[in-house]
């Protein structure tokens, strides 16, 4: 009886294993964590011109980065 169980629970988990997998054909993406998910956006998305343009011009206008205090000491 036991042994029919254990063949029984094998096959659930192998049907679960396949319908997982023809379940994630279907076009769904998984993502490890946040930033994999921000990175496939941003490369898919495409930005307006007038955007692109006003954020060179912001950036231009940005004062350079200040320098970190260990390279200020050691010169």
């Known amino acids: 009886m036991k042994q029919q169980n254990k063949f029984s629970a094998a096959q659930h988990q192998e ?14 993406l998984e993502f490890q964590n ?27 206008q940005s004062p350079p980065p200040r320098r970190p205090w260990w390279r200020r000491l050691l010169g």
């Open 15 to 28: 049907q679960a294993a396949q319908s997982q997998a023809a379940g994630s054909g279907s076009g769904g």
């Open 34 to 60: 946040a930033e994999e998910l921000l990175r496939h956006d941003a490369a898919q998305t495409v930005v307006p011109p007038q955007i692109a343009q006003r954020l060179g011009q912001s950036v231009a």
